[in-house]
């Protein structure tokens, strides 16, 4: 008998964001790439955008057009600061609601 598959969480999306069905809405993706060490975490949305760690969303260039300042830009350390960030932008903007 063959070694058992393994899976795990790549991607999380909000459970307001399933029930709203938005035409693009956010979510988060676990990342790995040669570019890097370890894992990363990307936010971004339906239209193939990223938000970077300064609250800016821009267009996700394709993968042999990304250079180390995308990867520093729009790659978060950890889960916890990709969904602060984003919750921060939302916050600031009065189109998703924020103040």
């Known amino acids: 008998m063959g070694t058992p598959e393994q899976w795990c969480c790549v991607r999380w ?3 307001i964001d399933l029930k709203l069905k938005h035409v693009c809405t956010p979510y988060i993706d676990r990342m790995i790439s040669p570019s890097y060490e370890g894992e990363r975490f990307a936010v971004r949305d339906d239209a193939g955008r990223c938000l ?3 609250g800016e969303w821009e267009y996700e260039p394709q993968p042999s057009s990304r250079d180390d300042a995308f990867y520093e830009r729009c790659r978060f350390i950890d889960f916890m ?3 602060a960030t ?3 932008t939302e916050a600031a903007d009065p189109a998703k609601g924020g103040t």
């Open 81 to 83: 600061a990709a969904a």
């Open 52 to 54: 970077s760690a300064e």
């Open 13 to 15: 999306r909000r459970q």
């Open 86 to 88: 984003l919750r921060k």
